[in-house]
Antibody
Framework: EVQLVESGGGLVKPGGSLRLSCAAS????????MNWVRQAPGKGLEWVSS????????YYADSVKGRFTISRDNAKNSLYLQMNSLRAEDTAVYYC??????????????????WGQGTLVTVSS | EIVLTQSPGTLSLSPGERATLSCRAS???????LAWYQQKPGQAPRLLIY???SRATGIPDRFSGSGSGTDFTLTISRLEPEDFAVYYC?????FGQGTKVEIK
């Protein structure tokens, strides 16, 4: 079974740091790009960051650029998100999601599947 | 930057009725990158549709997607009780704000 399990969330004070982890199983982790997506309480989905299979390509949303760092360890089938200088507006459930890319007849398709169950990060004094 | 605007914000319908959800892009996007997700309270999003019109594995055929360019539609032909949820469209790193389908 393809599965993603996040951990590392919790309560942190503004300006603090937290490191999230996402453990992958049931698929060849090293073959897929991975993403972090967050959802503030009662709000919609916001893409946070992505990392290619070999870590060659890394992207961030403007809202976290310079504060968050995405990384992965293919030997451990794990994805990470190091979050520094946390703000109240970073409070959210953080999901990791596998990015699936399929090329059919020279057309590239991509989507996120599956998603982990999420881990809650609360930034509050 | 592409913006995806979903409408309506909330759709109040009864079981058995047809639901039509819209996702409009601020500029033309490739249909192959347009996906739809369903999210129920306390759960992670679940992939429904990819490539604008292809159902994901295990998704009932009452769910269908269509559209191209800037206008995309998710249709639920006959609402089942388990279909009442929030639905999001996505194109790459951009998500729409969601449409809540609630029981009337």
């Amino acid at each position: 079974e393809v599965q993603l399990v996040e951990s590392g969330g919790g309560l942190v004070k503004p300006g603090g740091s937290l490191r999230l982890s996402c453990a992958a199983s049931g698929f060849t982790f090293s073959s897929y790009s991975m993403n972090w997506v967050r959802q503030a309480p009662g709000k919609g989905l916001e893409w946070v960051s992505s990392i290619s299979s070999s870590s060659s390509y890394i992207y961030y949303a403007d809202s976290v650029k310079g504060r968050f760092t995405i990384s992965r360890d293919n030997a451990k089938n794990s994805l990470y998100l190091q979050m520094n200088s946390l703000r109240a507006e970073d409070t959210a459930v953080y999901y990791c999601a596998r990015e699936v890319v399929v090329v059919v007849a020279a057309t590239r398709y991509n989507w996120f599947d599956p998603w982990g169950q999420g881990t809650l990060v609360t930034v509050s004094s | 930057e592409i913006v995806l605007t979903q409408s309506p914000g909330t759709l109040s319908l009864s079981p058995g009725e047809r639901a039509t959800l819209s996702c409009r892009a601020s500029q033309s996007v490739s249909s192959s990158y347009l996906a739809w997700y369903q999210q129920k309270p306390g759960q992670a999003p679940r992939l429904l549709i990819y490539g604008a019109s292809s159902r994901a594995t295990g998704i009932p055929d009452r769910f269908s997607g269509s559209g191209s360019g800037t206008d995309f539609t998710l249709t639920i032909s006959r609402l089942e009780p388990e279909d009442f949820a929030v639905y999001y469209c996505q194109q790459g790193g951009t998500f729409g704000q969601g449409t809540k389908v609630e029981i009337k």
